[in-house]
């Protein structure tokens, strides 16, 4: 930054204009462009740093949350290969029960056949979640990265 301050004073005849003293104040500002561009450069990678790091955080969160609600359908898809095998335990013995009633006398065949296909039925909803929780158990081995258990050998 320059500061600039003159005087003058015309000499001889002229016009009115000569006669009076002239004050002449100035500034100048001088920044070397490749100061500023530097400056700049330094700014938009600072900016660019912070952007990344923020990019960063975001995909950490949503990581942990998409690894909870994978935990979460696994642990659910397990309950519920549980309750089914529940289910069947509780068919398997409906159909013993209805057995001994139809071999006393005091049931018919159809109810026993009742019986056999509600046994059959629990016997499929139980293998369709097991084959549910080993596809939950797939999806969270191969969104944790577990190598070993996928199949994929040491990392190396």
Known sequence: VDLELK??????R???????ADLIFGVQVAIPLETRRGRGAVAEARANLAQ???????LEEQLVVEVQR??????????FALLTAQEVQQARLMEFAERERFEEGAADFFLV???EERTADAGVRNVDAELSWFRELAN???????RAALGLGSAR
């Open 7 to 12: 005087t003058g004073q015309d000499l001889g």
């Open 14 to 20: 002229g016009t009115v204009s000569r006669e009076d």
């Open 52 to 58: 990344l790091a923020f990019q960063r955080q975001q």
């Open 70 to 79: 994978i935990g979460n359908d696994l642990e659910a898809a397990r309950n």
């Open 113 to 115: 056949n009742l019986r």
């Open 140 to 146: 969270y081995q191969a969104t944790t990265v577990d």
